[in-house]
């Protein structure tokens, strides 16, 4: 069954829904199979217990002795690129591939059609339609970009509009099928590909993600979620917030070892250079 639905909020247009177990395909609903997972062959394994930073804002502080960063793609310089590597460190860049960003140096391409709803909390950004063929062509791009800023790996981010109200009534289906996508083009291009959140996913997709980036699955009481990466010796980085800084050791006295194999870290959350990390 399709369903139209009228979108009056501006920057959307006329949308259609899809039954659960359908994808949009034009203006068709089509029947959704998986398939296999692409080949990861080429790409570097992000093992289980790895020491990590994630920061998306202000200049990266590289001094931090940890295996792996987490940066911003759009925001990568030649120069912390160098730095990471020469340091040992993995490099994993962040981008939303489910939310348009205006301040992205390539905002000015996604068509008006494909802009939805605000996010919940983040009212600068807003959902796209992943099923929009230019959205994905973009989403392309910027793992093209990865590749050429010298990403060992990438983080795309905001992967859950299925259950979020992002004015295209995506069903789950859909998520499944775009996720799919985002990890077998990263694969394609060499790169390891992180599932963000979407715990009630993760059986699912297991098979075409490398590791995975959570936030505030103890906050949430569903790290034990993410237990079948543990068991796949997949990285499971997982992070807890705190509004205050000065917060951030009873915090983490509150949730590392919550539940085995999680990296651990507190940050604050604009994501940038304070970092505490689990034991």
Known sequence: MVQLIA????????????????VRSG????????????SATDVAPVPNGLTWQWQITEDVDTSHDVQLYDVDLFQLTPQVE???HDD???VICYFSAGSFEP???DADQFPDEAIGRPLDGWPDERWLDHTNPTVRALMQDRLDL???RGCDGVEPDNITAYNNNSGFGLNATEQLQYSRFLADEAHVRGLSVAMKNDVDHVEELID?????VNE???DFDECETLAPFVQADKAVLHTEYVDDWADAPARASEVCGVEPGLSTIIKGWDLGPEWLACP
């Open 82 to 84: 160098q730095t990471l």
């Open 103 to 105: 301040w992205t140096d």
């Open 146 to 148: 990865a590749v050429a």
């Open 216 to 218: 505030e699955c103890a």
């Open 7 to 22: 979108l009056s909020l501006l920057g959307c247009s006329e949308s259609q829904t899809c039954d659960e177990g359908l």
């Open 88 to 90: 040992g460190r993995i």
């Open 27 to 38: 203006e068709d609903c089509m029947p959704y199979t998986a398939g296999a997972p692409g």
């Open 208 to 212: 075409w993600f490398d590791f995975t």
